[in-house]
C-alpha cells in the first residue's frame, strides 16, 4: 500500500488546501512581477541535443531506452558557458530563463539523487548544469523557471503509457503512484537546492489527461517549499487550482491556432506564449527555417498586445554553443527593446482589442498603439477618450488625430512609418 494514514491526511490537507487555493502576498507579487517582465528566454536541452533531431527524437526514431541510453556517454558539453547563455538573454531584454530540467525523455539536467538518468551521473560531462545555470542567473539578476516533463519515456512506474513512448521497451507493469513520488522528489530537489526557483513550467500532461496526477499534492509541494514560485502547466486546458499563470504554445491566448490548443480557454491568470526561432524547440542541424527579427519582434509585440508574456525558444547544440543564426536574432531583439521596451515592458493589454494591423498596450496614463501591419496614411480606431497628446514612439513627432464619431483616427505619413513598428503613445493625462 502506497501511503500510511498520516501521509493519507497530509495529502488530503494538501488536497484541501490546493482546490481552495490562495496565493500567498509573495505569489501575487510574483505574478506582478512576471507580467511586468513580459519576455523571458525557453532553453530546450539535453542528451537528445547530441542526434541534432529535436526532442522528441527517441519517441520518433522508435528508439528503445537501452538505445537511447547510449547517448549520455556522448553528451559532453564543454563548451557550455552559463555566464555567456544568461548574458545573452539580457541582451536580448529577456528578463528570465526557463530551462528544461527534465523533458519527456526523463533524462535530469541535474544530480538528482532519485536515478542515475542524469548528466552528473551518466555522462562525460560530470557536472550540474542546473546548479551552474541557476547560480549564474541569480548572479546576473535574472530569473529561472525549471521546465519539468510530468511525461516520462524513461521510468518504468510511468505505466500505464499514455499516448506517445510505445518503442521503448519497457516491460509493461509499473506503478504510477511511485512515479508520481518519484517526480515530487525530484521537483523538492529542484526547489531546496538551487536558491529562489521564479515558477515551475509543467508539459506533458496531456499525455494522460485522465490519470490521476494528484496535481494538489503536487503543487502544495511546490508551494510549500517556495510561496513565490509561480506554477504553470502546458496541459492546455484552463488552469486547475494552484496553478499562478496560465500558457499558449506556439498560440497566442485565444486565438486557436493550434490543433492541441483548440478548446483551450483563456483564464484570469497572469498569460504566457512560447514559440521557437525556427521550428524546433530541441536542438535540430537541419531546421533552417528561421523567423526573421522581425517577425519575432512583432510577436513579442502581439503577445504584450494580448496581455501575455513571449518565452522565446532557443536549442542549444550538444557541446553547449549557441548557433549564431539564434544569436544573431536574440541581438537584434534586444537592440529593438533597447530603444522602444518602455511599450512593453510594465504594459498591459490596452484599450483596443488585438487587431489585424496590430495591437495596443497601456500603462498608467499612456496608450501605445502598435502599427505592425498598416500601409496607410490614417488609422481608426473605436473611440479613445481623454486624448491629451498623441506622439511617434521614441521619436517624439506629433501625431494628428481626430474625433470622429465614434472613432479616433490617427494620421502617420508614410515617410514616419517603422517597418517593424510604428508606435503612437497617447497620453491620457490624469
Ligand atoms: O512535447 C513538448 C515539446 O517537446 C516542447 O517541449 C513544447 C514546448 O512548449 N511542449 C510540448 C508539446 O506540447
Redesign the pocket.
Known amino acids: 500500500m502506497r501511503m500510511n494514514s498520516v501521509a493519507l491526511l497530509v495529502a488530503l490537507a494538501g488536497a484541501v488546501q490546493a482546490q481552495t487555493y490562495t496565493p500567498t502576498a509573495e505569489n501575487l507579487a510574483a505574478r506582478q512581477w512576471f507580467e511586468d517582465n513580459r519576455f523571458g528566454m ?1 532553453i ?1 536541452w539535453g542528451v537528445y541535443s547530441v542526434l541534432g533531431d ?3 527524437v527517441m519517441n520518433n526514431r522508435k528508439m528503445s531506452v537501452a538505445e537511447y541510453e547510449k547517448l549520455a556517454p556522448q553528451f559532453d558539453p564543454v563548451k557550455f558557458n552559463a555566464a555567456a547563455w544568461v548574458a545573452l538573454a539580457k541582451s536580448a531584454g529577456m528578463r528570465y530563463i526557463t530551462f ?1 530540467t527534465k ?2 525523455d526523463g533524462f535530469a539536467m541535474w544530480g538528482t539523487k532519485q536515478s542515475k538518468w542524469n548528466i552528473v551521473d551518466a555522462t562525460p560531462y560530470h557536472k550540474d548544469v542546473v546548479k551552474m545555470l541557476a547560480d549564474e542567473c541569480h548572479r546576473q539578476g535574472i530569473k529561472l523557471f525549471v ?1 519539468h ?1 510530468q ?1 516520462d519515456w524513461h521510468n518504468p512506474d510511468y505505466f500505464p503509457l499514455g499516448q506517445t513512448g510505445h518503442s521503448s521497451g519497457r516491460p509493461p507493469g509499473g506503478d504510477f503512484n511511485k512515479y508520481l513520488d518519484y517526480m515530487d522528489a525530484q521537483l523538492r530537489e529542484l526547489l531546496t537546492g538551487y536558491g529562489p526557483i521564479a515558477g515551475v513550467w509543467f ?2 500532461m ?1 499525455d494522460k489527461p485522465n490519470a490521476d496526477w494528484q496535481l494538489e499534492r503536487t503543487y502544495s509541494l511546490i508551494h510549500s517549499l517556495q510561496p513565490a514560485a509561480l506554477v504553470g502547466s ?1 496541459h ?1 486546458r484552463a488552469p486547475f487550482p494552484g496553478e499562478d499563470f496560465q ?1 499558449f ?2 498560440d497566442l491566448p485565444g486565438q486557436h491556432t493550434q490543433e ?1 490548443s483548440s478548446t483551450s480557454v483563456v483564464g484570469s491568470l497572469p498569460l504566457e506564449t ?1 514559440d521557437t526561432i525556427n521550428r524546433s ?2 536542438y535540430n542541424s537541419k531546421d533552417n527555417h528561421y523567423k526573421s527579427s522581425r517577425e519575432l519582434i512583432q510577436y513579442l509585440v502581439r503577445a504584450a498586445g494580448n496581455d501575455a508574456n513571449f518565452l522565446l ?1 532557443i536549442g542549444p547544440r550538444p557541446d553547449g554553443t549557441i548557433q549564431p543564426e539564434f544569436v544573431e536574432r536574440l541581438h537584434a531583439m534586444g537592440a529593438w527593446l533597447q530603444n522602444n521596451g518602455d511599450s512593453v515592458y510594465g504594459t498591459r493589454g490596452g484599450p483596443v482589442t488585438p487587431r489585424n494591423w496590430g495591437v495596443t498596450t497601456r500603462k498608467g496614463n499612456k496608450v501605445y498603439v502598435h502599427l505592425l501591419d498598416w500601409q496607410d496614411e490614417v488609422l481608426a480606431l473605436p473611440k479613445i477618450d481623454g486624448i491629451r497628446s498623441a506622439r511617434l514612439f521614441p521619436a517624439g513627432a506629433t501625431v494628428e488625430t481626430q474625433q470622429v464619431g465614434g472613432a479616433t483616427l490617427l494620421r502617420i505619413p508614410a515617410a514616419e512609418r517603422d517597418p517593424v513598428d510604428t508606435i503612437v503613445e497617447l497620453d491620457l493625462g490624469g
Open positions: 525557453f530546450h529535436g526532442e522528441w528544461t523533458h519527456h521546465y516533463s511525461l508539459d506533458g496531456w502546458n492546455h500558457m504554445e506556439k492541441f512560447c524547440w530541441g525558444n
